[in-house]
């Protein structure tokens, strides 16, 4: 098997190429003291493992590993490091293992031992897809996963910037975005090094919980961005929207299909994260659910369902206290049921909330409605 090695300080590199050479193991096609040299190798000739130092200047081992990926995926990489707090971390990302400096014969040899007993087995076929078998992503309310064999599983991320960069690529569907922006609205305090340290760790966290749960969702690198591709699996809020329907409801089988749809809105968008990304998104579906809903409500109404209208109404209210659409709504509600009583309590807590929060009264339309009634 051909190695390339990649390590800023010269002592340590050919403190590694002896202790190699000695071996014998493996074949040494290059060493190189800079990331970028050894991405030219690897742009030129194929390479079977790479030893990549992880702490080195203007492109460290963690960002040169995913330029890696995307030349070759099925290159291994051996991390070494100076730094303890660096190993574990190091060794539960995508790679074979890790090396901690200096490097002795003894824990090398632990090293090509896995090296050559990895490379011996053959990689086992891709899992077809198992006939039935759905799976699900789900941002209304909170993000998360559901695969129709394990319905009762549940998700856990490693951290939580690990499912808000999840989340944020998911935001974007399928768009490319600059790791400097991910890095901006996901760690816009830390250091830019820093920073984009978390970030590489973070983006193999997340490729790990997906090949985990067998998720047919790829992270994909090229020229300092990041996308994330879906096949085979739903997301809730592309169904919402390939279902939302903002006319008037016309026959039974209509509100049924509607109703199906309305049911994917678990809550707001990512309500439960409040990321500030995410707000404008949020306010724009649930716009479209109280506007399908109200098309809904009036339809009960119109066929003399008047407690059903009331009961989506008063809980589409807790989204939009102020709408006077609603309000209008429930206050019909209330008249078809024949209960004035509800009908006046609500009239005037709806007035009163106007008046003390936005220094409004209700339209006079309304009002004049309410005081020919009363």
Partial sequence: MKAILIDDEKPALQHLERLLLKDGRLEIAGKYTSARLGLQHLQREKADIVFLDIGMPEMNGLEAAEHIAV????????Y?????EYAVEAFELNAVDYLLKPVTSQRLGKTLERLVDNGAQEEPPAAAVQAGRQQSILCFKRLEFQ????PDRKLQWRTSKAQEVFALLLHHQGQWILKDTIVDLVWPDFKPEKALTNLHTTVYHIRRLLKIWDMDVVVEFSQERYRLVMRNVQLDTQQFEAGWQGTAVQTEEEWGRREAVLALYRGDYLGEHHYGWAEHRRKELQTRYLQMSLRSAEYELAVLRPRQALDRLLALQDYDPYSEDTCRLILR???DIGDFIGFRKHY???KELLESELGIRP???MESWVHGLF
């Fill in 147 to 150: 695969d129709s064999r394990e």
């Fill in 333 to 335: 509600s209330y008249v």
């Fill in 80 to 84: 070494s490091t100076a730094y303890s």
């Fill in 71 to 78: 030349l070759d995926r099925s290159i291994r990489i051996v």
């Fill in 348 to 350: 005037d807590k709806y």
């Fill in 363 to 365: 339209d006079r339309m």
